[in-house]
């Protein structure tokens, strides 16, 4: 069964700092998205990551993929509060594209 | 463009009681899927509809049911309800390969439900 690793689970940083959060999986994916959740709601879009070496970039957020490292990266360059909330990676394969994959989540708080 | 509504948003029911859960997906949307949040975790797939039938489903027992009508709304049916079934219960809504898009999910805004 495909099990989607997500570290670290709890990151606290200061604001202006930088971090990436890693995201593995054990088998051959080919998409890879990246989901936020602040407190008490749903999941919003981030990125969708398509191909080995997409790069895509967001404000002060930044997913890669290598596929064949199966690893994701969400880098956030000069934290601030604002992006305070849980980070999530799902992992889903092209003949059964809508069953996501979820890893634990890591849950971020930017200190201001 | 309306996006994905879940009903009800909260929901409290005692062990042994049978809920409904209800979502109305994004407009041109015909595809569901269905997850449920345990707190601290990650959303785990229960199953999926498109045209009306379940196409997919996860490490679910049969207790957790569901339907799609013609307007591409769903419902989640759990029966026998257990403790361990308090979670956050989310819809997603998405368009099917080749439609356009790249199928990412969409997700309503949950149904927390609460089993005493």
């Known amino acids: 069964e495909l099990k989607v690793e997500q570290n670290p689970l709890f990151l606290s940083m200061q604001e202006g700092k930088n971090y990436t959060i890693y995201c593995n999986y054990s088998t051959t994916s080919d998409r890879l998205y990246w989901y936020r959740q602040d407190p008490g709601k749903s999941l919003e879009s981030l990125f969708v990551?398509?191909?080995?070496?997409a790069v895509k970039q967001e404000g002060r957020l930044m997913a890669s993929l290598d596929t064949k490292a199966r690893l994701s990266t969400l880098h956030i360059t000069a934290a601030v509060h604002d992006l305070s909330a849980t980070y999530f990676c799902?992992?889903?394969?092209?003949?059964?594209?809508?069953?996501?994959?979820f890893g634990s989540g890591t849950k971020l708080n930017v200190k201001p | 463009e309306t996006g994905v509504t879940q009903s009800p948003t909260h929901l409290i029911k005692t062990r042994g009681q049978q809920v409904t859960l209800r979502c109305s997906s994004q407009s041109g949307h015909n595809t569901v899927s269905w997850y449920q949040q345990a707190l601290g975790q990650g959303p785990q797939f229960i199953f999926q509809y498109y045209r009306e039938e379940e196409n997919g489903r996860g490490n679910f027992p049969p207790r957790f049911s569901g339907l799609q009508f013609p307007n591409y709304s769903s419902e989640l049916n759990v029966n026998a309800l257990e403790l361990d079934d308090s979670a956050l219960y989310l819809c997603?809504?998405?368009?099917?390969?080749?439609?356009?898009?790249?199928?990412?999910?969409?997700f309503g805004p949950g149904t927390r439900l609460l089993v005493l």
């Open positions: 990551l398509l191909s080995n070496g």
């Open positions: 799902a992992v889903a394969f092209s003949k059964d594209f809508n069953k996501f994959y």
């Open positions: 997603a809504s998405s368009l099917p390969p080749g439609q356009g898009g790249q199928e990412t999910q969409y």
